[in-house]
């Protein structure tokens, strides 16, 4: 879940991000996947030690 959330909050802020630098529309595509995977890869961390800290 936190990985999923890490992805929608990433592209958002790519995007946001992309806009306010005036990008065109594929810069914006390309700032949004590439916050959204760097988002979900910290997401992913977050999820694997909150696992290992529970068990």
């Known amino acids: 879940?936190?990985?999923i959330a890490g992805a929608?909050?990433?592209a958002i802020?790519?995007?946001m991000l992309a806009r306010k630098?005036?990008?065109n529309k594929l810069d914006?595509?390309?700032?949004?996947a590439s916050s959204a995977i760097a988002f979900s890869l910290i997401g992913l961390?977050?999820?694997v030690?909150?696992?290992r800290m529970s068990v």
């Open 1 to 3: 879940m936190i990985v």
């Open 8 to 10: 929608l909050l990433g």
């Open 13 to 15: 802020l790519g995007l």
């Open 21 to 23: 630098r005036g990008g």
């Open 28 to 32: 914006m595509a390309q700032y949004a």
């Open 45 to 47: 961390i977050a999820t």
């Open 49 to 51: 030690i909150i696992h």
